[in-house]
């Protein structure tokens, strides 16, 4: 079963961020927190993870809450391209490289 | 860099054919690749963890003579549906790491497999 848990839709403005929670509260002490996204009809791309500390790169931003039960992915500038299935998942620890994957949440970017 | 692909993106055969579907790390050598399939509106389910020069390593649930993986070289996943069903019309995608098993997963871009 998967350790993370998220909505399963939102809606965001193009132009304005979309802030995408998880909850990952029963991941363990060592297990890296994953994002990644689904284009329809593609295979899941990579965006962003972290353990403990909130982490940027040139798509997103990661910010993990201190007690690590959950994090929210930002992309600052949402645009139609960033319309997909995303997923927060988990790796490392018992789990290996093996990641389990939710149901996601389908984040719709509109004009 | 940490591009992996697939091959062939699609493919339609025939219930009782089997079928072989390739994954290639372009850029770097993997020791350790994934399998997953994802049917119409649900989720990645794994199926297999491939090891380069032994045995795979199944899921619960997924039979490991109907679907047979091979990690012949550091750079090649092969998995052969065999006796293909209609049931087994899916998305297949595989993922490999630069770093092993245990570094960030990169996607191929998946196989798209109809039986009829």
């Known amino acids: 079963d998967a350790k993370t848990t998220q909505p399963p839709s939102m809606d965001c403005a193009e132009g304005r961020a979309a802030n995408l929670p998880c909850n990952h509260s029963t991941i363990s002490g060592n297990e890296y927190v994953y994002w990644y996204r689904q284009i329809h009809s593609q295979g899941p791309q990579y965006i962003i993870h972290g353990l403990k500390n909130n982490e940027t790169n040139e798509m997103a931003s990661l910010i993990i809450t201190e007690d690590r039960k959950s994090s929210t992915l930002i992309l600052p500038h949402a645009t139609l391209r960033d319309t997909a299935v995303y997923y927060c998942t988990s790796s490392g620890g018992t789990s290996y490289g093996k990641l389990t994957f939710g149901q996601g949440t389908i984040l719709t970017v509109h004009p | 860099g940490a591009v992996v692909s697939q091959h062939p993106s699609w493919v339609i055969c025939k219930s009782g054919t089997s079928v072989k579907i390739e994954c290639r790390s372009l850029?770097?050598?993997?020791?350790?690749m994934f399998w997953y399939r994802q049917f119409p509106k649900q989720s990645l389910m794994l199926m297999a963890t491939s090891n380069e020069g032994s045995k795979a390593t199944y899921e619960q649930g997924v039979e490991k003579d109907k679907f047979l993986i091979n990690h012949a070289s550091l750079t090649l996943s092969t998995l052969t549906v065999t006796s293909a069903h209609p049931e087994d019309s899916s998305f297949y995608i595989c993922s490999a790491s630069p770093q092993g098993g245990w570094g960030t997963q990169y996607f191929g871009p998946g196989t798209r497999l109809l039986v009829l």
């Open positions: 850029d770097f050598q993997a020791t350790t």
